[in-house]
């Protein structure tokens, strides 16, 4: 099993958002020196209780401070996004750091929201996301070419820079569907059993799989899932018995959102929960989900002890 980190750089209580980006750069060269697989970054907007909303330049620092790990989004809210300007921004790190980036990409939610209608001002629909899977398709196909049909507009547009090879991309998902239509794409899928959702990774894999097979009869591209779980601390191997709840607060719009504990006060409210003593060793026992004989976890960073 392949062990990797999503870090939504988390802004605790009684810390900034400035603190929260440094740490996430101290937490990825620390996971470099450990052995983790993969590091990614999600992007948030208009949160107060999230600093990462620009995934590329974090991965970016993030490449130039480590050596062996594989950095990327996670996930990149391509609905927001141009394709093309998100394939040119990773070929550019790809280029740089070759053989080390993901591009992650997923849907966002905040259509409804006064940073979702901000952040597609000039489409003609800013709270529309129906065009996801096909912005997936075309970014599918400017990194690795051969997408676009004879007669179109974008047929034989070249990226820059024009190198070998690509960043690898993932999509990012919680539903059966988003997974079986990754599936039919051939591209690797990253399920976020974190969210809370009621899907079970396996049943996602499974349904995955199937869809995989009969969509790739012939040229079959590599087949591979990860499965996405939140760790707390502790100072055994022993797990705990549930994660902290983030506590109410103002958010965008006067809606209530939650806000992120500081890492002592999450684990002194685990331990009152009967998970035991509180350390700094992370512990966890995430989700797998199994495709292709590989299995990929993910360790969600939700705070930060500062001792």
Known sequence: MLLSVLDQSPVPEGSSPADALRHSLELAVLADRLGYHRYWCT?????PFQAGAAPAIMI??????????RVGSGGLLLPYYSPFLDAEVFRV????YPGRVDLGVGKAHLSKAPSGAALRRDTADPHGQNDFLDKVRELRAFLFGGGFPPGHSYKGLRLTPDMPAAPEMWVLGSSVSSAESTARLGLPYAYAHFLGRTTRPRRCATTGRRSYR????????????????SASTAPTPRPRRGNYSPEPGAGEGGRRRAHVPA?????????ARGGGRTGRAARSRPDRARTGGTHRSTVIRTNRDPS
Do not use: D, F, N, Y
Not at 93 to 96: G, T
Not at 263 to 271: I, V
């Open 43 to 47: 992007e948030h907007h208009a949160s």
């Open 60 to 69: 970016g620092q993030i490449l130039e401070r480590t050596t062996g790990i």
């Open 93 to 96: 790190l790809h280029a740089l």
């Open 214 to 229: 009969t969509s790739w009869t012939a040229r079959r591209p590599p087949s591979r899932a990860s499965s996405s779980a």
């Open 263 to 271: 890492a002592r006060r999450a684990a002194a409210r685990l331990g």
